[in-house]
């Protein structure tokens, strides 16, 4: 299995930009988790799926951050208006309840100027 | 409430033993990961505990006292490749699954 994979693996935008990120997770996965990571809060979680329905968007920092998932196979993180503290990096990770072990995507490095 | 904590960063030299201590406050744990993070790439995984008690791997260990709310990590023969964040994560089930990071302990091994 080629893993999760995100695109794209580095973002650079103007404020007030759209960004879209993308990830894949492995095959068969069941839950699907978008985070977001800075040197000052850590790993924080945004949103998670279980079988394509949003389970829990607590951690959506604001209404202009948005997350579907339309497929097993497939979801987005959309930013609009995007904002230079949106800096960050966004990990999409997969897991398949039976064995609990999360898997990560090797990150989208955003950068809003 | 969610809670996890763990020290910001250690030094250790080449060829030591460290041990990276994590405790938790998790409502429906169901058990502990260790995650290794090089600067620039996505966490890999180390570990898991369920049960109470030591696990071995080569190099690295993990420990697990759910009475406790404590974890650690030992990390054996330190090598120069060892430098990283660590990642303590609490997995969380009550109707579906919740996985809660800590801020990571940043490792420096040196010469």
């Known amino acids: 299995d080629a893993g999760v994979i995100q695109s794209p693996r580095h973002e650079v935008t103007e404020m007030g930009q759209e960004v879209t990120l993308r990830c894949k997770p492995i095959s068969g996965h069941d839950y699907l988790f978008w985070y977001r990571q800075t040197m000052m809060r850590g790993l924080e979680l945004l949103i998670y799926?279980?079988?394509?329905?949003?389970?829990?968007d607590s951690g959506m920092p604001e209404d202009r951050f948005s997350a579907k998932m339309p497929n097993a196979s497939f979801s987005t993180l959309k930013i609009q208006p995007s904002e230079p503290r949106d800096s960050a990096v966004y990990f999409c990770?997969?897991?398949?309840?039976?064995?609990?072990?999360?898997?990560f995507g090797s990150g989208t490095q955003l950068s809003v100027l | 409430g969610q809670n996890i904590d763990q020290p910001t960063e250690m030094t250790a030299t080449e060829g030591a033993i460290v041990q990276i201590n994590c405790t938790y406050q998790?409502?429906?744990?169901?058990?502990l990961f260790w995650y290794q993070q090089h600067a620039g790439e996505a966490p890999t995984f180390l570990s898991y505990n369920v049960l109470d008690g030591l696990e071995e791997k080569g190099r690295f260990s993990s420990f697990l006292s759910r009475s406790k709310g404590y974890s650690y990590l030992l990390l054996k023969e330190l090598q120069m490749k060892d430098s990283a964040s660590y990642l303590c994560?609490?997995?969380?089930?009550?109707?579906?699954?919740?996985?809660?990071f800590g801020t990571g302990t940043r490792l420096k091994v040196l010469a």
């Open positions: 998790t409502s429906g744990f169901n058990g």
């Open positions: 799926f279980n079988n394509n329905v949003p389970i829990d």
């Open positions: 994560a609490a997995v969380a089930f009550s109707g579906t699954y919740k996985y809660i």
């Open positions: 990770a997969s897991v398949l309840r039976r064995t609990e072990k999360l898997f």
